[in-house]
């Protein structure tokens, strides 16, 4: 899962949105600084890897991509499952996904201070690229996994997983939507506190 899917798995809770979008950067128990409801953000972020790395479904789709990208596998496939949420966004949600992305950009404007400082770099290009409604279309897909291969200076050939996205469209798809209800009910069940309505 990548930022879309971790931001929506949070429900609507702002701390917990906030705590889930910053996990990757926050290590090991260094979270004790930040609020309750981030900190549990955080801990919920960590769970959804957990068992997205362990779901039979997700190592599947892995399967697709391994002999090509190896260990950069699951990165592509994190990217790769956001698009689909993000096409298939109004079966999740009754926010358009334009909205819902500009809200998420506000609330992160409005905690900027409290960012990590990893965050607080790539954050304007984020919103000036406006990455999470770009995520819906391939050509979005396309860029954002060509600023990935570059971020690993060309070694990952993530450039060149848009051409296995096609190759594969139905069946990554169809991965994704069985996945996603999954991880949902997984959530529902552990965390308790994401049970409201959306």
Do not use: C
């Amino acid at each position: 899962m990548n930022f879309l899917a971790h931001l929506y798995l949070s429900n609507t809770h702002k701390n917990i949105m906030i705590g889930n979008f910053i996990a990757d950067v926050v290590k090991g128990h260094h979270y004790g600084h930040f609020n309750k409801g981030i900190q549990t953000g955080i801990l919920i972020h960590r769970a959804i890897d957990s068992y997205t790395d362990a779901h039979p479904i997700v190592r599947k789709s892995k399967r697709r991509l391994h002999e090509r990208y190896r260990h950069y596998d699951g990165v592509i496939i994190d990217i790769l499952y956001d698009h689909f949420l993000a096409k298939n966004w109004s079966k999740y949600s009754e926010i358009p996904l334009d909205i819902y992305a500009n809200s998420v950009y506000e609330l992160l404007r409005e905690n900027h201070a409290i960012l990590p400082d990893k965050i607080q770099q790539f954050f304007p290009y984020m919103v000036g690229q406006n990455w999470l409604y770009k995520y819906r279309t391939i050509p979005g897909i396309s860029d954002i996994l060509r600023g990935m291969n570059n971020r690993t200076k060309g070694l990952s050939k993530m450039d060149l997983a848009s051409e296995d996205l096609l190759k594969h469209y139905e069946e990554f798809d169809e991965d994704f939507q069985v996945f996603f209800e999954d991880i949902k009910n997984y959530l529902a069940e552990n965390f308790t506190v994401l049970n409201n309505n959306r």
